[in-house]
């Protein structure tokens, strides 16, 4: 199982990114993904996270409104839609696989990527 996250990078505050989770080694089906994100000197925060089944989708509130997760099962990857992006955005963004197929939102998480840094600075 490999989780390959890409699509970070500086981007000035108000503006947008569009990360990418790559999967292998899985199928998108039967297992749900997760965003996380970690910033300097900080704990990692969940962010997001999407089901296998029908698509729904769970956020953390400051992230309501401007990131949107989303899926596409032919490509087996997963996308997160950061709009409006803010300073305190910055930090490194993880994607990770729910531990148990089926389970939503995820107890647990089994697998995770490398990361993507995001920076939001003018």
């Known amino acids: 199982v490999q989780l390959q996250a890409s699509g970070g990078g500086l981007v000035q505050p108000g503006g947008s990114l569009r990360l990418s989770c790559a999967a292998s080694?899985?199928?998108?089906?039967?297992?749900?993904v997760g965003w996380f994100r970690q910033a300097p000197g900080k704990e990692r925060e969940w962010v997001s996270c999407i089901s296998s089944s029908d698509g729904s989708t769970y956020y953390a509130d400051s992230m309501k409104g401007r990131f949107t997760i989303s899926r596409d099962n032919a490509k087996n990857t997963i996308y997160l839609q950061m709009n409006s992006l803010k300073p305190e955005d910055t930090a490194v963004y993880y994607c990770?696989?729910?531990?148990?197929?089926?389970?939503?939102?995820?107890?647990?998480?089994?697998?995770w990527g490398q990361g993507t840094q995001v920076t939001v600075s003018s």
């Open positions: 080694g899985f199928t998108l089906d039967y297992y749900a």
């Open positions: 990770a696989r729910g531990a148990t197929p089926g389970d939503f939102p995820p107890y647990r998480y089994a697998y």
